[in-house]
């Protein structure tokens, strides 16, 4: 069984899917669930699963080794970040080679970088006149938003889509690959 770690900051939907799709598999155990944001959606459903979480702040994460301390004390063998936004420090780069992948809400390299996270993507796609957007999962590096892709799907941008039909658009994607495509690489590259 291989154990997961999500890093999750916003509501929390993709981390909730990804622990009802991996509850009871057999195969992946969501084991622990990080937060920064002491009030994020994630810590509640974590504590309705029974699953450990643990809260941080900056000093924490880039200044202690805290967060990898946790990590290994729950055995974790592969990083899922699912709407959280800080960039990861070396150490933990280092801790987890190709173990570690974050979901982006548009299509890489356009759209990314720093800044550009939840409705200001979408926003953006929209005041570009863009014809399609879609969902980008990639291996974690120190960069926002650069490291490997893994997996790219595509939906369509209509003339009347405003940027609020477009972010439903894109996380209906999300919650439709994001587990099978961690289900697919842990089984690949999980220690
Ligand atoms: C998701 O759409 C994810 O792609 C995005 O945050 C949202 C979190 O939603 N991540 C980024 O923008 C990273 N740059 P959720 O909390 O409902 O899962």
Known sequence: MKKLAIFASGTGSNARRIIEYFSGSGMVEVALVLSNKKDAGVLEIARSHGIPAMVFDRKMFYETGEVLD????????????????????????????????NIHPALLPKYGGKGMYGMHVHEAVKAAGETET?????????HYDKGDFVFQMRCAVLPEDTPADIARKVQQLEHQYFPEIIAKLVSENAA
Do not use: K, S
């Open 70 to 101: 946790a990590l290994r004390v729950h055995h974790i063998d592969f990083i899922v970040l699912a709407g959280f936004l800080w960039l990861a420090p070396p150490p933990l780069i280092a801790a987890f080679p190709q173990r570690m992948v």
């Open 134 to 142: 879609g969902i980008t999962i990639h291996y974690v590096n120190e």
